[in-house]
């Protein structure tokens, strides 16, 4: 009967190595870990920057539907910065052919005051109502 062959040292320096090298992977991960943090802090950044003008741009398709149909300009713009952003400023001129409303809101994030802010805009413009056009001279 023949005894198995002695375990050689190849085996106890992978285990040596493989201990050593636990220490690198989490300085890795704590290395790279800040600049994930950043990344996922502007991924979200862009995602109120894109819902913001997508309420400007509700906000100005409402306003301009409405005085399209004749309510007064402040009902309108009243309505429209209750669906605009906070802050937002918004703009309402009627002619005797159309009526344009234009809403711009100013973005930052909330976890970052110091930093810059993203002016978002949106117009919309609708044709007056027929009959209208009398109104609008007086």
């Given at each position: 009967m023949t005894l198995p062959a002695p375990v050689t040292s190849s085996v106890t320096s992978s285990v040596a190595s493989s201990r050593r090298s636990r220490g690198s992977v989490t300085a890795e991960t704590a290395a790279a870990l800040p600049a994930l943090m950043v990344v996922l802090a502007a991924g979200l950044w862009a995602v109120a920057v894109v819902g913001a003008r997508l309420e400007c741009v509700d906000a100005a398709r409402a306003g301009a539907r409405a005085a399209s149909r004749g309510e007064p300009?402040?009902?309108?713009?009243?309505?429209?910065?209750?669906?605009?952003?906070a802050g937002a400023v918004v703009a309402v001129t009627r002619s005797a052919e159309?009526?344009?409303?234009?809403?711009?809101?100013?973005?930052?994030?909330r976890?970052?005051?110091?930093?810059?802010?993203?002016?978002v805009h949106a117009t919309a413009v609708s044709v007056t109502e027929p009959g209208l056009e009398r109104q609008v001279m007086d």
């Open positions: 300009l402040e009902r309108v713009r009243g309505g429209v910065l209750s669906a605009a952003p159309t009526v344009r409303v234009e809403v711009s809101a100013n973005v930052r994030p976890w970052g005051v110091s930093l810059p802010g993203v002016t």
